[in-house]
């Protein structure tokens, strides 16, 4: 892969496992999460310059409500970030989240605010993050990890793993993403 690919492009990579231009990326944008993704890298890239700054936060804002995605500009997204469906997901500010993850709907990454794990969660690259999964305080995910839907995570989970259930029970598995994870960047 050419290293002149911005961002935006791999993210687009990730949904259609092609290359697009600029052009093609904005007619994408019909699509309510690459429109958002969309939106989130610009209010990223511009979160330090004064006017576009601004101008991109609040439409950023218009379509947090508008999709129901709560993502900031201040949350570390690695490149090839993958939304599957729009609708009611939470993710922390401080959260950091690595390459190649997928995001399902009804997800929730959180702080924890007491206990043992106070804190935010920090994500591996190449992870799979089901529906309604709930990912909350002071933990580390590892890479290549699949979280199944309606898991409760506050504990660490190595790298390679399947995470299931409510309490989450771990299960080693080196090839927990495969078919899960397409065209990665």
């Given amino acids: 892969m050419p290293k002149n690919y911005s961002i935006i492009q791999k993210d687009f990579y990730r949904e259609s496992g092609e290359w697009l231009s600029p052009i093609q990326i904005l007619l994408k944008c019909i699509n309510p999460n690459l429109h958002f993704i969309y939106i989130l890298r610009k209010a990223q890239k511009f979160d330090k310059t004064p006017i576009l700054g601004l101008y991109w936060k609040i439409v950023l804002r218009h379509f947090q409500i508008k999709y129901g995605f709560q993502i900031y500009p201040e949350t570390q997204i690695g490149e090839g970030l993958y939304l ?10 401080k959260a950091v989240i690595g390459r190649n993850c997928n995001i399902a709907q009804g ?13 935010f969660p920090v994500i591996g690259d190449d992870v799979w993050i089901g529906p309604n999964a709930v ?37 080693p598995t080196s090839n927990a993403t495969d078919g899960y994870i397409n065209n990665r960047v």
């Fill in 84 to 93: 599957g469906h729009w609708g009611s997901l939470v993710v922390n500010p």
């Fill in 107 to 119: 997800v929730t990454i959180g702080q924890q605010n007491r206990g043992k794990n106070e804190g």
């Fill in 135 to 171: 990912i909350v305080g002071s933990i580390t995910i590892g890479s290549n990890v699949l979280i199944a839907p309606n898991s409760y995570v506050n504990t660490d989970v190595p790298s390679n793993s399947i995470v299931a259930g409510n309490k989450a029970k771990i299960y």
